[in-house]
């Protein structure tokens, strides 16, 4: 009976059919792709002071100064991610988070699941760039959200969705290699382990990993 006169918007399911600004959970896609590129390492040391996009400052929640790749994701820095981020191509960061699913339709069965907004690299500003790299401009469904992160479980790729029992899995897409995907692992965790931005989220007795994300409410 009660669902009977439910709303509509209480019968939708939120996480294939509301989209959000991902905030800082995008940061480790950015810091994945510095690691692939062989220039950087866990260990890389980076200067997140201060750093502006054509003159617009960057910056984070408290004063970090010396960051490493690995206390970059701990500590959710947004000027050491920009500077990461500023040093990839428009169109190979935009190849990036499209192989990760974002702005991209679902392929499930479902009904509702929506695309997301993943603008086009040519219309990309410098600044655009330098936000969309810590989740802003670009929006995404929990679902979509998810599934990007299987990229980090699974040794790098990107599973396959499916809402039906498959007889046997299907291969999914390769974003990362192994070997970056277990480093992203380890920093991972270090965001719920003492000095990380979620240590209430911590699990003792398992291996537990993730990453916060904030995003503007109007």
Known sequence: PARRHARSDQLRNRALTD??????????FIVGWALETGKW?????????????TGIPIRDTHPYGQLTLAGIIQKSSNVGTTKLAMQMERREMH???????????????????????L????SWQPIDQATMSYGYGVSTSLLQLARAYT??????EVANLTIRKA?????????????TARQMR?????????????????????????KTGTAYKM
């Open 41 to 53: 390492q866990p260990d890389t040391v980076i200067n997140t002071a201060s750093f502006a996009v």
């Open 119 to 122: 603008r086009p690299w040519k």
């Open 151 to 156: 990229a980090f479980a699974r040794d790098g």
């Open 186 to 210: 380890e920093m991972l965790s270090l965001v719920t382990a003492k000095g990380g931005t979620a240590p209430a989220a911590y699990v003792e007795g398992y291996s537990v990993g993730g």
């Open 95 to 117: 190849e990036l988070l499209s192989q990760a699913g974002f702005g991209q339709k679902p392929q499930i069965d479902f009904p509702g699941a929506v695309t997301g907004r």
């Open 19 to 28: 989209v959000f600004e991902p905030g800082s959970t995008m940061k480790p």
């Open 167 to 179: 007889e046997s899995p299907t291969p999914g897409v390769h974003v990362f290699s192994a070997k």
